[in-house]
């Protein structure tokens, strides 16, 4: 995963995920023999190939990935001299047999800051044009300006076969939603599934990708090289210069030789070793993903309660990365001194960070502390870098009130300390693995699901279109999904009061908010009509066999056909699988700010049942969880036995309570997404599945999520109801009030009855014959 960048102008689109990390630049082989067809790096398929591995070097990245006789070696550089990133695919077939590949590109194209595309994507993609180039295998992207003074550069994808003896002419996508498919996601996206060329689309599309697929033939033994470039410049012009220019064969062999030595003179210039390089790229990590080996301890975050704006008062705007170095002793310049040249490094290769540096030392040798380390910054920084933006900010400790020391630290992504020895030392001992739940022993052996064991029953729906239609009381509007089916686009019910809403879906996904829709989500809003991903998800597991599926067409769907009711306020998920039929509506109070997620389970079967039921949910507790999710802080309140979040660094919201509780009296939790979903996992197949139950872990500084499995035991014939209630309070008393009124089954039976006559009362003054 990963992005290109122009100093704040993102090129492609990147979220920072540490657990799923499943955004960026992707390229995909076919094996057009087989059919088959996997990625040359892990994401996005991360399926287990023959051989894969990757290293990491000064100005280079490198790949190697086998899979069905067929090796892919990928090198990635950016040249020093041209806004270009060339990827290099060095395609070998090592069997005994011609081999009929197709190679084919994918990126998501932003060309504006990334901070206000993540606030609204879909909106923004909008404005972006496409242009392709077929005989330079080329697509071109701008943005058309919105002002008279705007001006946005162009970007440039090429994919270039280097032996045209061995190749057919491109094809090309630039809409996303062709590329993908509804309800799809790039793990198998339908322009790998079908066969044929890419559709050629351009234009002003919807939501702009570039695309770009060749048909390779390659003999027994024989090797081809493919140049994928990704470039910027100011003007059209200047962009197909850089085409023209890295069509070049060795044009484009330059650059690798070119980054490598731009790459050894600034080590040189920085006094920085290769080894040293190395170490200051492995921090980076940190930096670009919050891990929480490298913050500050759990208990120090939890005891922030100032927001972003208490940052001010010390020259940090709290818009980019902080990290901080405490330093005690004179005698440890030397880790001052190394941090400096990282910073340096960092600044180089395009990362800004806020560097802090605090003088911690006995009061008589402070100010000799705290000169000795600015003495350091201006020999070693290039440039006026003290207490500027993206800069180094040297402080004393006395300075510092006790209560910003617990906010800057708690909001550094990675934090060291002169005590704890060099930086080397200090980042080796954070990076111990965790040690694994056990996974989940069913039983009994799964047996072999049968489709078609549950038939939708017939239903007299008005102005039926083939995947839905109304009831005929016009109360409802059911969308009826067979196997493989989907709505053109998401079909959703808006389900709000006057301070709370949701939107749903007929996959069932969903994303809630309380007070304002935009400042305040509780879930993810991921505003993307193709995928219509969602940070809401509810699972039923058969315990005996361990097999499990989603009571909604999304994320884990089931083999059988699903039905979605939307009603006035309130929304309907009908299902059947494995001789268990379910039943989930979701409707959000009249009044209060709740929302209700009751699942119905009726055991259609001659024997007793043993089930679980999970529900998830990814808190966001501001507007995106990139910004956001570093800064939640969860526990389990031991009166109601909720899940509590909130996020002191959040200035419009200070002191809110998000909370997620589930109804039944036996269950399991955890706080934390990566422990739920798993590294590079998913929720359609989330590893919280797999386990038999959760470790009850919450705090700070995890990935934060709520979730909950209640564990069911149902005689044949008979039905059990489980309540899930999402909701928020400006505080924990409210929170708890809250749930003491509506918590249980009765409480949520009873404010469903009232969303009933609510919306009868709104409605049913005036009817149209």
């Not at 894969?52 to 280079?60: D, H, R, V």
């Not at 790459?263 to 790229?281: M, P, T, Y």
Request: hydrophobic share 40%; with cysteine.
């Amino acid at each position: 995963s990963g992005c290109g960048c122009l100093q704040n102008l993102a090129l492609t689109r990147w979220r920072e995920d540490a657990t799923r990390d499943h955004s960026g630049t992707f390229f995909f082989i076919k094996n057009l023999r087989t059919g088959n067809f996997w990625s040359t790096t892990w994401q996005p398929i991360c399926q287990d190939l023959d051989r894969y591995g990757g290293t990491y070097s000064q100005g280079m990245a490198e790949f190697r990935a086998v899979q069905d006789q067929i090796e892919v070696h990928t090198r990635i550089a950016v040249s020093p001299e041209d806004d270009i990133e060339l990827r290099r695919m060095t395609i070998s077939n090592l069997s005994r047999h011609n081999q009929h590949l197709e190679l084919t590109s994918y990126a998501e194209v932003v060309l504006m800051d990334p901070r206000a595309e993540a606030s609204h994507p879909a909106y923004h993609g909008l404005f972006v044009q496409t242009e392709l180039l077929p005989d330079k295998a080329t697509i071109l992207c701008t943005r058309r300006p919105r002002a008279a003074k705007e001006h946005w550069p162009w970007l440039l994808h090429a994919l270039i076969v280097r032996d045209p003896a061995m190749e057919t002419p491109p094809s090309f996508e630039t809409d996303r939603g062709q590329f993908i498919g509804r309800g799809r996601t790039l793990a198998a996206p339908v322009a790998l599934t079908k066969a044929g060329p890419l559709s050629n689309s351009s234009g002003n599309v919807l939501d702009p990708i570039v695309a770009v697929r060749r048909r390779i033939w390659l003999p027994p033994g024989q090797s081809i090289t493919v140049d994928a470039l990704m470039g910027v410049d100011e003007n059209r012009a200047g962009a197909m210069a850089l085409v023209d220019k890295y069509h070049d064969h060795r044009l484009a062999e330059r650059l690798f030789d070119l980054a490598w030595t731009h790459n050894q003179v600034l080590l040189h210039q920085l006094r920085i070793s290769e080894a040293q390089a190395q170490l200051f790229g492995r921090t980076a990590s940190s930096i670009l993903y919050s891990d929480i080996r490298g913050r500050a301890s759990p208990s120090l975050i939890a005891r922030n309660r100032k927001g972003a704006t208490g940052l001010w008062s010390h020259g940090i705007s709290g818009d980019l990365p902080i990290v901080l170095l405490r330093m005690n002793d004179l005698t440890n310049l030397s880790l001052a001194r190394q941090m400096i040249r990282a910073y340096a490094y960092w600044r180089h290769k395009g990362l800004r960070v806020d560097l802090v540096i605090w003088a911690e030392a006995f009061s008589g040798y402070r100010q000799n502390l705290l000169d000795a380390i600015i003495g350091l910054v201006h020999g070693g920084a290039e440039g006026p870098v003290l207490d500027q933006s993206g800069g180094i900010f040297v402080r004393n400790i006395d300075q510092v009130p006790e209560e910003d020391r617990v906010l800057i630290q708690s909001s550094a992504r990675i934090i060291f300390n002169d005590r704890f020895g060099s930086m080397a030392e200090q980042i080796e001992r954070r990076m111990r693995p965790e040690t694994p739940l056990p996974d989940h022993s069913p039983d009994l052996k799964a047996a072999e699901i049968i489709p078609g064991e549950s038939e939708i029953p017939h239903r007299n729906l008005i102005f039926f279109n083939g995947l839905g239609g109304f009831t005929e009381d016009g109360r409802e509007y059911v969308t009826l999904l067979h196997p493989g089916r989907a709505t053109p686009a998401p079909w959703v019910n808006v389900l709000a009061n006057p301070s709370f809403g949701s939107v749903v879906s007929e996959s069932g996904s969903a994303y809630t908010w309380f007070a304002n829709a935009h400042q305040f989500r509780l879930t993810p809003w991921h505003n993307d009509p193709v995928s219509d991903p969602s940070g809401e998800a509810f699972y039923i597991r058969d315990e005996e066999t361990g097999r499990f599926w989603s009571p909604t067409a999304a994320p884990a769907r089931g083999i059988n056909p699903y039905v979605c009711r939307h009603g006035l306020g309130y929304s309907v998920f009908e299902h059947t699988q494995d001789q268990l039929f379910s039943e989930m509506y979701t409707y959000v109070a009249t009044e209060a700010p709740l929302k209700f997620i009751t699942i119905r389970l009726r055991n259609l079967a001659e024997h007793t049942r043993r089930l679980s039921v999970t529900g998830f949910c990814e808190w966001v507790l501001g507007e995106n969880r990139q910004r956001c999710a570093m800064h939640v802080v969860t526990r389990v309140d031991p009166q109601s036995g909720a899940i509590f979040a909130r996020n002191a660094f959040l200035d419009d919201f200070p002191g809110h309570v998000a909370f997620f509780h589930c109804s039944a009296a036996e269950r399991t939790l955890t706080g934390n997404r990566a422990e739920f979903i798993g590294r590079n996992g998913s929720l359609a197949a989330p590893a919280a599945m797999k386990r038999k139950q959760f470790s009850n872990k919450v705090g700070a500084g995890l990935d934060p999520c709520a979730a909950l499995r209640a564990y069911l035991t149902i005689p044949p014939a008979q039905q059990l109801e489980v309540v899930f209630v999402l909701g928020a309070a400006p505080n924990e008393t409210e929170a708890r009030a809250l749930l003491r009124a509506f918590g249980g089954t009765d409480g949520a039976r009873q404010e469903l009855e009232k969303v009933w006559q609510v919306w009868k009362h709104r409605l049913g003054g005036i009817y149209v014959e």
